[in-house]
């Protein structure tokens, strides 16, 4: 499952430098030309030269599923990740994510709870540990038989434009990339648009502004676990999420057509401040869209239309 570096690799023993942590650990490097280099790489318009890695490099069998999302993931969030990644894992897929906080954080430690491998695509040099409290789970990735990967040079301090520059990394060695839990404009969003350049299969959990926009514009497919991720690169059909009731009754009040704030506030028997607040969330969800003359329309079903469409 793995591309483990052989003990011909050009393999030196360093430490990982991160705010005082110290985490001595081997690393090596994988050139381009090197048949170890995942080849998935290649499909991108401008690969790494060659990666640094600690431990292994994810195989091209086809059984790699990335986990992206917000830093600052609610703990729901993480919660449901942490799930689908020990499920996933479970199931004989590596997972693949960024070594951030939050949402990826939660992916690696669900995968390793499965004694699955995980991969950190980090955004410094190898030996660097960001963040300084993740030498413990970074170590951990290595010896369950995972890897760190870097395109950075060892010594490489984190900057705020390799981010995006791994992003591409991230969606390039999976086969299908899950947006867990995202804001509008965050850098998991950043993957998902690579990962559809990629060609590769976009999946999403619904519950978040960025998730449901990806969503509501028929970006990604709506996942809440394993089977469903399952089923839908099976290329099989996956129920529809549920809607939270607020914004179902929002949908179901909108209909078929434009529908001005005020006329929804009397349909819903709600304040018009409370409508104008509810269609606000909903248009960052996605749900809902505005129209010229303070007029608003649906962009998904309700649950009651959907469920007349099957």
Known sequence: MLGNLGHNSSVRTSTMLGM??????RFGVVQHSDARFPARLSDLAVPPRALWVAGGVPGDHG???AIVGSRAATTAATSRV????????????AVISGGALGIDAAAHRGTLATKGPTYAVLGCGIDVVYPDRHARLFDEIVAAGGGLLSEYAPGTPPRPGQF????RLVAALASAIVVGESR???GALITARLAIGLGRTLLAIPGSAGTDALLSRGAAVAVESADDVLEALAGRPVRAP????PFDNLLRALGDGPVAADALAGRLGLSLAETLGLLCEAELRGFVGRLAGAKFEA????RFEASRGH
């Open 20 to 25: 005082g942590v110290d985490l001595p650990t």
């Open 63 to 65: 059984r790699s599923i």
């Open 82 to 93: 942490f799930q689908l990644a020990a499920d996933l894992a479970a199931a004989g897929w």
């Open 164 to 167: 995006p520059a791994r992003n």
């Open 184 to 186: 509008t404009g965050s």
């Open 242 to 245: 549920a809607v939270p009731a």
């Open 299 to 302: 962009r998904i079903k309700s």
